[in-house]
């Protein structure tokens, strides 16, 4: 259920969060308690995580019904929505197609920002055909306003962003094509960090990157 049509139930977006989680947990794009997932439900409330629970573990009771303004509308059990809904929400009020959102912390994606490094976008061209630049956000205090205040100034023109020194945040029409976005820049940073330890980066020829960004906004985009 990833692939959630328009007309999904509240249940099947709430198994749907359950099923990213678990994915997420098993491939180590999330640990602990960490990361966060969110789906809109409709153009007032969101389905989103609560606080403090493993994305591995999640059932399908433990999600918070909220507003675009974070006030719980309902909620099965007493936790707490995630901390860092405000960050969510941003993107939900700046982007009426997205409909899944997903805060993740991929160990190598994660570990470019540490060493302050830029995503790299062209070393592999399907990253070039399918999503472009991935920006890197200022730091910004972990389960606070600033999260939201930092993705601000991107959210519009990107679908992929990396928090500094705090993981990513992906989003699309569904969960599945959010998850895709994380498995991609997972994979490049990871092929990327790799590369590094045996020697040179190639880049994709500037020709060829050209093409490929002219593919995207002709068939990837809108």
């Keep these: 259920m990833l692939n959630f049509p328009s007309f999904a139930t509240e249940?099947?977006?709430r198994q749907a969060i359950v099923d990213c989680g678990r994915i997420s947990y098993e491939r180590h794009?999330?640990?602990?308690?960490?990361?966060?997932?969110?789906v809109r439900m409709n153009d007032a409330h969101i389905l989103i995580t609560p606080s403090g629970?493993?994305?591995?573990?999640?059932?399908?009771?433990?999600?918070?019904?909220?507003?675009?303004?974070?006030?719980?509308?309902?909620?099965?059990?007493?936790?707490k929505p995630s901390s860092e809904t405000p960050m969510h929400l941003e993107v939900y009020k700046q982007r009426e197609d997205v409909h899944a959102v997903l805060h993740a912390h991929p160990i190598f994606a994660t570990t470019l920002t540490v060493a302050d490094l830029e995503f790299p976008m062209d070393v592999l061209p399907e990253v070039l055909l399918t999503m472009g630049a991935v920006p890197v956000t200022n730091y910004a205090t972990p389960s606070s306003h600033e999260d939201a205040e930092v993705i601000r100034p991107f959210v519009k023109d990107h679908n992929a962003l990396l928090l500094r020194q705090h993981g990513s945040l992906t989003y699309g029409k569904n969960l599945d094509e959010a998850l895709i976005h994380l498995e991609r820049i997972e994979h490049v940073s990871e092929i990327y960090w790799r590369a590094k330890m045996l020697g040179t980066v190639k880049r994709v020829p500037l020709e060829a990157q050209a093409q490929l960004i002219a593919l995207r906004e002709k068939y990837f985009k809108g």
């Design 53 to 79: 629970i493993s994305k591995g573990r999640l059932s399908m009771d433990d999600m918070l019904v909220v507003d675009l303004e974070g006030n719980i509308i309902s909620s099965r059990t007493d936790r």
């Design 29 to 38: 794009l999330m640990t602990s308690s960490d990361g966060n997932i969110s």
């Design 11 to 13: 249940n099947d977006l």
